[in-house]
T-cell receptor, first 117, second 111 residues
């Protein structure tokens, strides 16, 4: 089956620094990936759509200059949280749409827990 | 405004019983609806997809119904097991393969 990995699984950083999170599709190619954020006891909120070879599209209210997305290859998308603040502490999850036989099914990564101190 | 609502309180049931979870939505006209399972500290895992022209879908012990008139989906787990304990999320198609998730319902199955 399709597998999506994320790295790191957790990270602690100081306020004002930047953090990069990687999302990889391990056994399939993904021209599109999605980035979500999940606060404790809340649901997943879509942040942006990552498109291979072109600019990401961001959901309303998400600052594109703060959350930089780069989809440099068919198997890798990165999310960089720039100048992180404690309110950016959250669980970040990426996903990729399913394979041709089930294009609407999403495969999710295991998530990255970001804590900003 | 658009809303997707799931029972916010945890659902506690006895092993062997059927668990029924509800997903209600307003101001959406999704072409399909999906259910995912999420364990603590993990990403969601796809369970079932049901299209707008389908009334019911089954997969092993899972059953999903979709009523576009009521704007509601029901998710059933029959013969529930403690291993079914998790948070279950419904997700609606928001176009371009994007998903909008409900708040999730935590299911606890006691032995």
């Amino acid at each position: 089956g399709a597998v999506v990995s994320q790295h790191p699984s957790w990270v602690i950083c100081k306020s004002g620094t930047s953090v990069k999170i990687e999302c990889r599709s391990l056994d399939f190619q993904a021209t599109t990936m999605f980035w979500y954020r999940q606060f404790p006891k809340q649901s997943l909120m879509l942040m942006a759509t990552s498109n291979e070879g072109s600019k990401a599209t961001y959901e309303q209210g998400v600052e594109k200059d703060k959350f930089l997305i780069n989809h440099a290859s068919l198997t890798l998308s990165t999310l960089t949280v720039t100048s992180a603040h404690p309110e950016d502490s959250s669980f970040y999850i990426c996903s990729a749409p399913g394979l041709a036989r089930s294009p609407y099914e999403q495969y999710f990564g295991p998530g990255t827990r970001l804590t900003v101190t | 405004s658009q809303k997707i609502e799931q029972n916010s309180e945890a659902l506690n049931i006895q092993e062997g019983k059927t668990a029924t979870l509800t997903c209600n939505y307003t101001n959406y006209s999704p072409a399909y609806l999906q259910w995912y399972r999420q364990d603590p500290g993990r990403g969601p895992v796809f369970l079932l997809l049901i299209r707008e022209n389908e009334k019911e879908k089954r997969k092993e012990r899972l059953k999903v119904t979709f009523d576009t008139t009521l704007k509601q989906s029901l998710f059933h787990i029959t013969a529930s097991q403690p291993a079914d304990s998790a948070t279950y999320l419904c997700a609606l198609d928001a176009g371009f393969q994007k998903l909008v998730f409900g708040t999730g319902t935590r299911l606890l199955v006691s032995p």
